[in-house]
């Protein structure tokens, strides 16, 4: 039986194109049923307050970073996305002194235009928000070498080499309203896709590279970046790939119910739970990966009952 139409943008693949039943499934699920979910390589963990919840991603920066030796380079991929931990990062940084010499950062993205990554001048650059948001803010003699730095840029090769030799021991991510992690979006129901997307064995060879951003992408990064302005929004960028996700040894996904809606965060906890791996919904295909964590912040969870305003 043919999959059917997306009802977001028919010339895409998304989550509105597979099993109604699954749909159906998550949009039931409590969040005590997501905490049941958890298996082993898979833990779903809820917090209680925000302040616990950013807290505890910021720790994910200083729990990674503290095991890098001159021996043993260390280091942690982060998104733009949730941005509220970065200060947190800086903070706890300076006040128990930990020099960062060794340690390493990934961003996980960046906005393309005209086949270029975008300057940090401009007003939507994720490494911009980066700096200023957290490495800027760490005291100098503390201070992590530029080398250590990685921003992706449209030439991907000196990013891409930038895994070599360093130690990843956590990506983090958040989840978009068209399930994505970093930029990782469903692609176009076209050529050879347009009857099935890629297999999930065929996404997963993807590495470090510039993307076409999902319709629904663009809207939301206007929603929740440029107040709606849909044409400040890029719609291509570079993102980290599967391949470089696969390096980490852990990855962890904040829920903050900011850029995902109840029924997406339920819908990927519950595909990535019974390892039904499906790249129109791209978060699923964690359910692959050996060791993932969601994370939620429980006043973000929601219902998914119906509720006319």
Request: charged share 25%.
């Amino acid at each position: 039986m043919a999959r059917p139409l997306s009802k977001l943008a028919p010339g895409w693949w998304d989550y509105t194109t597979i099993d109604k039943e699954i749909l159906d499934d998550a949009a039931k699920l409590t969040p005590e049923d997501l905490v049941g979910l958890s298996r082993p390589g898979f833990k779903v963990v809820i917090y209680d307050t925000l302040e616990e919840f950013y807290c505890a991603e910021a720790l994910e920066y200083i729990e990674a970073w503290k095991q890098a030796t001159p021996d043993n380079p260390v280091g942690i991929c982060g998104p733009i996305g949730p941005t509220e931990q970065l200060p947190l990062v800086a903070q706890i940084v300076n006040a128990i002194g930990l020099n960062l010499k060794n340690a390493h950062f990934w961003a996980m993205d960046e906005w393309v235009i005209d086949g270029k990554e975008v300057p940090e001048d401009h007003p939507l650059s994720f490494a911009r928000a980066d700096r200023r948001l957290c490495f800027d803010r760490i005291r100098p003699e503390l201070a992590m070498p530029e080398s250590n730095l990685h921003f992706p840029k449209a030439d991907t090769s000196e990013y891409i080499k930038s895994w070599e030799g360093v130690r990843c021991a956590v990506m983090q991510g958040g989840q978009g309203d068209i399930k994505h992690w970093a930029f990782n979006d469903p692609p176009k129901r076209e050529g050879k896709y347009i009857d099935e997307p890629p297999s999930p064995e065929e996404y997963l060879k993807l590495g470090t590279r510039v993307v076409d951003l999902h319709p629904v992408t663009i809207m939301q990064n206007a929603r929740t970046s440029g107040g709606g302005k849909v044409d400040l929004v890029p719609s291509q960028a570079v993102t980290v790939g599967p391949v470089e996700t696969w390096k980490a040894e852990r990855v962890s996904i904040w829920h903050a119910g900011k850029h995902d809606n109840p029924f997406g965060q339920r819908l990927t906890t519950l595909m990535i739970s019974k390892g039904i791996a499906d790249s129109a919904v791209p978060m699923s295909l964690l359910a692959l990966h050996p060791n993932v964590q969601f994370n939620f912040y429980r006043g973000g969870i929601g219902t998914c009952e119906v509720e006319m305003h």
